[in-house]
C-alpha cells in the first residue's frame, strides 16, 4: 500500500517567523528600511515556504522525500536501499538538510529519524514524527531489512572519519578568519590630506574623494543615525565600512562612536557621505581644522 506521511517543521518556522516580524518592524520603521528590508524579506519568506514541512512517501518504486512547496526533493530507488533502522538524532544536528558524518539527514522537526543503508555503502537519514510507520511501510515492499554488512559498516566508517576532519578543519578555518578580521580592523587608520583630496587607508575599506566633489565638511558631536550596514563591521562602538543614512544617503564610516567629536565630509560622489574620528579628540579637531584649510583651497 502506498504511504505518505507530512511533518511540518515548526522546529524551521519558528525563527523563522522571529525573523520576519523583526525584519517587518524594520522595514515599516522608515522608507529607507523598507527599501532595505524587502530583500531579506523576500529571502525569509521563501525559505518559509521551501521548508514548511518534510513529506515522506513510499511507493512501488522509490522512497520519495519532499520538502515543503516541492522545490527541494529526493528520490531513492527502492531496489538501491539495502536495511533501514530507527534511529534518534542527537540535538545537535539541528534540523534541515545537512551532513551528519555518514550521510545527508533530511529532518524539519523532532529527533526522530530512520537512517536508510544503501547497497552501495552510503546512508541518509529521514526525520519523521513517524518512524514506526515508515520502517513498517519500507519492510512491507522490501521485507525484513538484512543486517549492515561489514562493507557498509567500513564505508559509514570511513565518511564519519571524513566528516569529522572536515568540520575540524572548516571550525579552524573559521576561527582563523575571524581573528585575521578582528586583528586587522582593530588597527588604525590613516587619513591623508593634501592638495588633491581626502583619504582614508584602512585594512578593507580604503577611500579617497577629490576636493572637487566634496560639497561641505564639518565637525560633529554624534554620528548621523544609520538605517543600515551594507558592508562593514559594527563592533560595539567601532563602524567601519559601508552604511546607510536615511538622512545622508549612502556612505562610509571610520569611527569609534565612543570618543567624539567626528569629522563629516559630504560629498557628491558615490558615497555620499564619509564621518571619520581618531583615538584623541584633540587631533580629530586638528584634521577637521586641516581638511577645512585644504578644501577651501583645493574646491
Not at 515508515?134 to 519492510?139: E, G, I
Not at 583619504?199 to 565638511?217: C, F, G, H, L, Q
Not at 544617503?249 to 569629522?263: I, S
Amino acid at each position: 500500500m502506498h504511504y505518505r506521511n507530512t511533518q511540518v517543521g515548526w522546529a524551521v518556522l519558528a525563527p523563522l517567523a522571529v525573523a520576519l516580524v523583526v525584519v517587518g518592524l524594520a522595514a515599516v520603521s522608515s522608507a529607507e528600511g523598507a527599501f532595505g528590508a524587502a530583500v531579506p524579506l523576500v529571502i525569509l519568506a521563501f525559505v518559509a515556504l521551501l521548508f514548511v514541512s518534510l513529506t515522506t512517501e513510499v511507493d512501488e518504486q522509490a522512497l520519495r522525500l519532499r520538502f515543503g512547496i516541492g522545490l527541494v526533493r529526493r528520490n531513492i530507488a527502492l531496489a538501491d536501499i539495502a536495511s533501514w533502522e530507527r534511529v534518534r538524532n542527537p540535538w545537535y544536528l539541528g534540523w534541515g538538510i545537512r551532513n551528519y558524518g555518514r550521510g545527508l539527514l533530511y529532518n524539519v522537526a523532532g529527533l526522530d529519524a530512520v537512517e536508510v543503508h544503501l547497497h552501495n555503502g552510503s546512508q541518509l537519514r529521514v526525520g519523521t514524527n513517524d518512524p514506526d510507520g515508515l520502517c513498517a511501510a519500507l519492510s512491507g515492499r522490501l521485507g525484513v531489512p538484512a543486517a549492515p554488512t561489514d562493507a557498509t559498516r567500513a564505508v559509514a566508517s570511513r565518511a564519519q572519519r571524513r566528516y569529522v576532519m572536515a568540520s575540524a578543519f572548516a571550525v579552524l578555518a573559521a576561527f582563523i578568519g575571524v581573528g585575521i578580521m578582528l586583528f586587522t580592523q582593530s588597527r588604525p587608520i590613516t587619513v591623508t590630506v593634501d592638495a588633491q583630496g581626502f583619504a582614508v587607508d584602512d585594512a578593507a575599506y580604503d577611500v579617497r574623494v577629490p576636493w572637487s566633489e566634496v560639497t561641505s565638511v564639518e565637525l560633529i558631536d554624534r554620528v548621523p543615525h544609520m538605517s543600515m550596514r551594507t558592508n562593514g563591521l559594527a563592533m560595539g562602538g567601532i563602524l567601519r565600512g559601508y552604511f546607510r543614512s536615511p538622512e545622508l544617503g549612502n556612505g562610509r564610516l571610520y569611527v569609534d562612536t565612543h570618543k567624539p567629536p567626528f569629522v563629516l565630509l559630504k560629498t557628491s560622489g558615490k558615497s555620499r557621505f564619509i564621518v571619520v574620528n581618531v583615538a584623541d579628540a584633540g587631533k580629530t579637531r586638528a584634521l577637521y581644522e586641516e581638511a577645512v584649510g585644504a578644501w577651501e583651497k583645493g574646491r
